[in-house]
């Protein structure tokens, strides 16, 4: 017998309808006797404005037979538009009208609504809709001894199933329900819309912008992994009908201005980055519209008006540059050299309208893409516009690295005169002349971008800081860096750069023009700029001496004409200190360029050749001489022995590094003239302990702070001099004070370096030793912070 479901006994999810519903009669194909003389229909379902209007339907035998109504449905959430039906709803309809097999899913009547229908579906079908679930699906008159129609079969059972039911898979993001549709379906979708925009383009002007996001989201994906690597398309697949829904939509579009509208909105970067891509992509091939046309149709509609727009210029810009960034990855011949003379004239018309953005960056985006269309050396003109644009976003806002790096590179290789080819690096390095003369006050990020463009361009690099972040690429990559000329432009000023690094009062001022916010590194920025300018200048002076032996003599002449061991005067103590204090700060550059670059320089820097040591020596002899008498002169003199130290460790460290593999001629030279050094300083050193107790402790404490550094950096050095530097430390004391003896026994008791057989042992420690270079950067920084704030008030 054919189970019946009582009235009386459903409930709202009572476990008797759902085992009725997916194991009753629907299952096993029986019907009741009232219904086996029919075919299942499908009922027409019309959303109402009222939640309480009845649904009406024609029964199996015609006859009208009216629903119970139903106080807690809601058949649709959409409103419909037709209001003429305020009443109920009839169907007029027959069975034949109706019946899948012959009208399909239409009949004659009214055409069923999808979005009433699926809204049915998920809310309409509940178990405490009806008595029973025959009335949902548009069966006879229903009792609690009969048993409803089967559903419609375009109707799956899983669709009836809804709630606690169902399991819906959601955007993670949004929440929205996730669903698939078949190429074919993706297809057809795409082509509806490209009928309605045809046909309807002033309706669908309000829905553009979802519609090209849309569709170019779906032209810019592919079926297969091969499709990725190939430019192939499969005809008839949603890719290619997207492709030509872009083409049709903007050539339809186009007198309409439709490339303003899409270049003045404000998209997502991601977004950005695909519509654009998938526009390029559509137009490579359009012979009507090519990639060209949407960028000289906006730039001639701006160039037409006097003055550009300026609430939304950054938006425009940073678009344009997108859309030129995507042509030219898909081949760099989509644009055409006729847009240079266009965008010649709407860059000046940038220039009067840009003190009212805060961000530059894509006007440097825009820029380094201008640069890279075919035919901008034909156009030179266009190079005024650029070199103003660029110094004032040099002066004015932050920029990124790799777009100036890029516009110096651009501009140096298409253009054949060197006029042309070093203006943008010879606007860069005045800036930084500029700048580092404190004649103008430039961002502080940017003042280090700069020092950055001129030492990478030299073959060097800052590394990774906490100004400014990652400033290079992977050092492996160092051969590949631009050519930006920056370097040689930068030669003419190198006195200038020395200067910057000799004087003592750099740092404060440094520290006094900042302008943007660097937080805790403004005590660190004016270092970093300092060792990145010496790094230069090591690089230099060390060409210099592989060409003609001369730049040692031309830049620092004093090195080689040593102070006479007379009485001297503050004044030339002062000299000798700051000879010092230039000589550790390119010891200091160079050192640096070994750690970051090693291996992969192109030249070994070694600015100071090993032959200088003895003059070294004797600048440090007149600091160790003449310290008990001048250092109570004033806080710069007293540093003087800071700066005695550094020297000595700086110069210990750099030869060492240069002295190549052990076993070698080169090693055993540089080993008898740091012998030979240290023979020459220790009596000084043995001099100024000797003169009284207060000197002797302050001098203990810097001999101390240089054995452990020579520790730290594994100087073979300390291995041989231990033993004779020790008793030093005891010329006062029988016993050393708790603090400076543990120090001394964790320089005793440490390891020895690596074996002398082995083969470049200081590669080891270059990690090591980039680390205590930080540090030491850190703390001449400071020093010298500290002698300038006092030499204002002590007259030398």
């Not at 997207?242 to 309409?256: D, E, I, S, T, Y």
């Not at 020579?710 to 004391?733: D, F, G, I, N, Q």
């Not at 057989?757 to 920084?781: A, V, Y």
């Amino acid at each position: 017998t054919t189970p019946s479901k009582k009235h009386e006994d459903s409930q709202p999810g009572s476990i008797l309808e759902r085992v009725w519903q997916a194991f009753g009669g629907w299952a096993n194909g029986s019907k009741s006797s009232n219904q086996s003389s029919s075919d299942c229909e499908l009922v027409e379902v019309v959303a109402h404005k009222d939640a309480n209007k009845s649904l009406k339907r024609k029964s199996i035998d015609g006859q009208r037979v009216p629903m119970e109504k139903q106080d807690q449905v809601n058949t649709s959430t959409e409103e419909t538009s037709d209001t003429s039906n305020s009443g109920t709803t009839t169907n007029n309809s027959g069975p034949e009208d109706t019946c899948i097999g012959k009208g399909g899913l239409h009949g004659k009547g009214k055409p069923v609504s999808v979005e009433s229908e699926r809204e049915v579906l998920k809310d309409g079908y509940r178990w405490s809709d009806s008595d029973n679930i025959a009335s949902l699906c548009g069966g006879g008159v229903t009792n609690s001894n009969s048993q409803g129609p089967p559903p419609p079969p375009s109707i799956k059972q899983s669709a009836l199933r809804v709630g606690e039911d169902c399991m819906l898979y959601r955007c993670m993001e949004c929440g929205e329900v996730l669903e698939e549709f078949s190429n074919d379906d993706l297809g057809l979708c795409i082509i509806i819309l490209s009928t309605f925009v045809y046909r309807q383009p002033g309706l669908a002007a309000p829905l553009l912008p979802r519609m090209l996001k849309t569709v170019a989201r779906v032209s810019g994906s592919e079926i297969f992994s091969w499709q990725f690597e190939s430019s192939v398309h499969l005809p008839g697949s949603a890719t290619s009908i997207g492709r030509q829904f872009l083409r049709c939509v903007l050539h339809q579009l186009a007198p309409n201005q439709i490339f303003n509208q899409i270049f003045f909105t404000s998209i997502e970067e991601y977004q950005r980055v695909q519509l654009f891509k998938t526009l390029a992509q559509a137009l490579m091939d359009f012979n009507e519209l090519n990639p060209s046309a949407p960028i000289q149709l906006l730039l001639e509609n701006q160039n037409s008006k006097k003055v550009l727009p300026t609430e939304n210029l950054a938006h425009l810009l940073g678009n344009v540059a997108s859309y030129m960034e995507c042509v030219g990855q898909d081949g760099g011949g989509g644009l055409s050299s006729s847009l240079v003379p266009l965008f010649d004239t709407f860059l000046r018309k940038v220039l009067l309208c840009i003190n009212v953005m805060v961000d530059l960056n894509p006007v440097l985006r825009l820029l380094v893409a201008v640069l890279k269309i075919p035919g901008v050396p034909l156009h030179k003109s266009v190079l005024d516009p650029i070199s103003k644009l660029v110094s004032y976003s040099i002066q004015n806002s932050v920029m990124k690295y790799e777009y100036l790096s890029d516009l110096c590179h651009l501009c140096n290789r298409i253009f054949s005169r060197e006029r042309d080819k070093l203006l943008l690096p010879r606007l860069v390095v005045y800036e930084l002349v500029q700048a580092l003369k404190f004649k103008t006050s430039i961002p502080d990020t940017n003042l280090v971008l700069l020092v950055q463009l001129v030492v990478q361009d030299s073959g060097g690099t800052l590394g990774n800081n906490t100004v400014v972040g990652d400033l290079t690429k992977d050092i492996q990559d160092f051969h590949n860096f631009p050519n930006t000329c920056a370097a040689e432009c930068m030669r003419s000023h190198l006195h200038d750069a020395l200067e910057f690094i000799a004087d003592v009062h750099t740092l404060t001022k440094v520290k006094s023009n900042c302008r943007s916010s660097v937080g805790l590194n403004e005590d660190t920025m004016g270092g970093l700029v300092k060792a990145g300018i010496s790094q230069y200048l090591a690089l230099e002076i060390t060409r210099g001496n592989s060409r003609d032996n001369r730049a040692i003599t031309k830049y620092l002449p004093w090195l080689n004409n040593p102070p006479t061991t007379v009485q001297q005067g503050p004044r030339e103590f002062i000299e000798c200190v700051s000879h010092i204090r230039l000589l550790s700060w390119l010891l200091l550059g160079a050192l640096t360029h070994t750690c970051l670059i090693g291996s992969s320089a192109s030249i070994v820097c070694q600015p100071i050749p090993p032959e200088a040591s003895c003059h070294i020596a004797d600048h440090i002899q007149v600091i160790l001489a003449g310290f008990a008498e001048q250092s109570k002169t004033s806080v710069l003199h007293m540093s003087s022995l800071f700066h005695a130290f550094i020297l000595c460790q700086l110069w210990t460290v750099y030869l060492e590094q240069g002295a190549g593999s052990p076993g070698g001629d080169s090693y055993s030279s540089i080993s008898a003239i740091l012998t030979d050094f240290w023979a020459k300083v220790t009596p000084g050193i043995l001099q100024l302990v000797s003169h009284s107790k207060v000197l002797s402790e302050m001098v203990n404490l810097h001999f101390l702070s240089l054995m452990e550094a020579l520790h730290e950096c594994r100087s073979t050095v300390l291995t041989k001099l231990l033993p004779l530097w020790a008793p030093v430390l005891y010329t006062h004391h029988t016993k050393l004070p708790g603090q400076l003896a543990v120090r001394l026994q964790a320089c005793q008791n440490a390891a020895p370096p690596t074996d002398p057989e082995t083969p470049s042992p200081s590669t080891t420690s270059l990690p090591n030793l980039l680390r205590w270079l930080h540090r030491l950067q850190f703390k001449m920084g400071q020093i010298e912070l500290q002698s300038s704030a006092a030499t204002q008030f002590y007259s030398v």
